[in-house]
């Protein structure tokens, strides 16, 4: 196998599957890169005569100064057994590179932890810094190629939290003939016009203004193949005026037409507590959208 697995654990409930920490070279990023993944007791256990069926999977991106293994120790438990419910898997990639010849600031927003799931294109960081090939090319390819078609047949969803929720949002939009469906967690929806990411496409592209490529609400100029995106956001979290613009993406998709379902969660605050509560929801808005899809699969 291309991958080398680091630790596999049985999680969830009793009978249930497997997380999985994998490490391999990415051609991407020039570096070593560690993934989670969670594969559900179905996967790879038919008997049938028949070809091997692919498994769903769902990819989920986390934020700011996160590695793969925070979703998988703050909400996975929850996670996984849904995904068990649903015969789906779910994979934790890196937020970024890293490695001591990566390059990085002293920054929590910028650098190791923060790569924002873009290709940059500005030394020091084009070195190393391509998230966005990473997560729409590399890894799809390496899942399906060395875990008997894991997402294969377009059965990919996207999700995420933060940084992350920008990530799933941004790379659905611009790929929307490659992921099923779309959500996120307090995502950070308009970059270009917020603190956050007008550092990073700062540092990544050298201006604010290539950022729009990488912008949600700049993207949505039309309704999508989405029949819906979900997202969820708290009424606490304290990035929510000055960093996320869930308002400014929500009248942006009125304005287009695109059906976009926010839920305001009264008193959540941006942290893991708010995500585990509400995992599960996303999960599920996934897996039947993934399921429905294998079964017309199945069905030719």
């Known amino acids: 196998m291309a991958i080398e697995i680091l630790s596999k654990t049985r999680v969830g409930c009793a009978d249930g599957g497997y997380y999985h920490r994998c490490k391999h070279f990415s051609k991407s990023t ?41 979703f998988a120790n703050k909400a996975g438990s929850r996670a996984f057994n849904r995904a068990e419910k649903e015969n789906i898997a779910i994979v934790m990639p890196d937020t970024s590179p890293r490695g001591e010849n990566v390059a990085n600031v002293d920054s929590y927003d910028l650098g190791i932890g923060a790569g924002f799931y873009i290709d940059a294109t500005v030394e020091p960081y084009k070195a190393n810094y391509s998230m966005y090939s990473y997560i729409t090319k590399e890894l799809p390819a390496l899942l399906e190629n060395e875990f008997d078609k894991l997402g294969s047949c377009g059965l990919k969803a996207i999700t995420g939290h933060s940084m992350g929720g920008h990530g799933a949002l941004t790379i659905a939009l611009k790929n929307q003939n490659e992921w099923l469906s779309v959500s996120a967690f307090s995502p950070i929806c308009n970059p270009t016009k917020v603190p956050w990411g007008e550092k990073a496409f700062t540092a990544y592209f050298g201006s604010v203004e290539c950022g729009k490529a990488h912008d949600a609400t700049c993207l949505l100029t039309e309704p999508t193949v989405y029949d819906e995106i979900l997202i969820d956001q708290g009424t606490a979290d304290e990035f929510l005026e000055n960093q996320l613009s869930t308002d400014i993406f929500s009248k942006h998709a009125t304005k287009v037409g695109q059906n976009v379902t926010i839920n305001m969660r009264d008193g959540f605050d941006h942290s893991y507590h708010f995500i585990a509560a509400f995992i599960e929801d996303h999960v599920q808005f996934h897996g039947s959208k993934l399921r429905a899809k294998l079964e017309k699969l199945q069905s030719k």
């Open 30 to 70: 020039g570096t070593d890169m560690i993934f989670g993944l969670y594969l559900p007791s179905c996967h790879g256990s038919s008997t049938s005569t028949k070809e091997q069926q692919p498994t769903p999977i769902l990819f989920w991106l986390s934020g700011l100064t996160c590695d793969d293994t925070n």
